[in-house]
């Protein structure tokens, strides 16, 4: 029936209004009741009119070609000077995106700035593919009928004009100027940062690293950076991180002993220790574990071991395998205390640890019950076993509990000697 059509005849007011029962027409209104106030206009009253008499094909142009306007709408405000590199056009004026970028360029431009999500950029590319092969755009057999019509509508209006446009972009330079500032606030800065594309954060997120492990960033600066590496953090995905705690590993090879320790700090605020190559962090665990248990043995003991237990704390809970027989043996030590008592100030840095023990943890340390001696010889006085019945109380209640290990700690908990208990196996 289209190919009989060789002009467009506009419809009189009444034919418009009698095709308004039609039930694509009322589709069409629903979704036009969602599009953004600034883009109706021309474009939108040309497309209904067409629609409903019947030109789907030149209708469905009009939406996408209002559509179109809207995202270079878009770059345009976020700013130009971000349009993405990677897809090799030279973009700096609107007229450059008019002249020089095809439809599908300024599609993958916003999904690349974060102005569309991972869902628009496929509905979007199916539209602009529905529109070259099946509307007005080009010579076709098979006009579009007006189911896909609405479809393609609907997806114009849910994935482009009915969303707001976006904050201008700032760039990095802009960005770390004003961290440096007398006017910084964290809360400003983090309206500032939330509608920033993924790529501008990720980028951001590279440049603060290397700012904050800088021997030559002062203070004041340092500690504007850690007031806002939390927010940047949490806004990243998992390969940027596995990439900054790649860094602590070349910075250790490199034998850069200020930025490491600094990349290390980092990581901490940011509770990414997780993040840092396994062959790092197993000697960091174990090294933090070993001067845990060296404080607990050492002099003054109630009173150094407080910072070492925050530190291992610090570390998280994921504790490498190869560093979980020195791991459970520092906070098991540090928490039952000795003869004397126990570091207070300690304490709740190792029970956190203790509460967040693996399976794997807990297996070590009911087996290091039984055949490491210097457990029993630990337990040989009354505070500690004290101490280590509320160790038991608090593996009790964990979910992560194999039914071998329930049964040991319950039986451990109805033993009427613990200190009995050990003294055999010292004898044995």
Known sequence: MFEERNEIILAEKTDIQEGSTN????????CEQNIREECNGVYIKKARTLFDIGFYDHAVLEYWNRAMTDLKDKLTVYGLEHFPGELNLKIKT??????????????EACHLLGIIDGEALVFLKHCLNVRNNFSAAHDTDSPIDPIEAINLIKNCVKYVLQRDVPSPAMTITDLLKYLQTSTF????????VKDQSTKVVESFARRVFNE???PQTTKEYRDNLKSVIGIVWGMLGDEVKSELGQKLMQLKLEDEVDKSLYAMDFLIQVQGVKFIPMAVRKHIFTKKAKELLEAHTGANNFYTEVTHAKELEALGFIVP???LETYVKAIIFSYTGNPWGNSRGASPYVQAMIANLSTKGIEILLDKLETDTSYA???SSGRPIKRFKEVLDILQGKSNLLPKHKAKIDYLLKVKSLRTHFSTIIEQ
């Open 23 to 30: 039930p694509n027409h009322q589709l069409l209104s629903l």
């Open 94 to 107: 609107r007229e450059d995106l008019d002249n020089n970028a095809k439809d599908i360029r300024i599609i």
């Open 185 to 192: 606030e964290v809360e400003h800065f983090e309206e500032i």
């Open 212 to 214: 904050y492990i800088d």
């Open 321 to 323: 395998e190869e560093s």
């Open 377 to 379: 010889w630990h337990f």
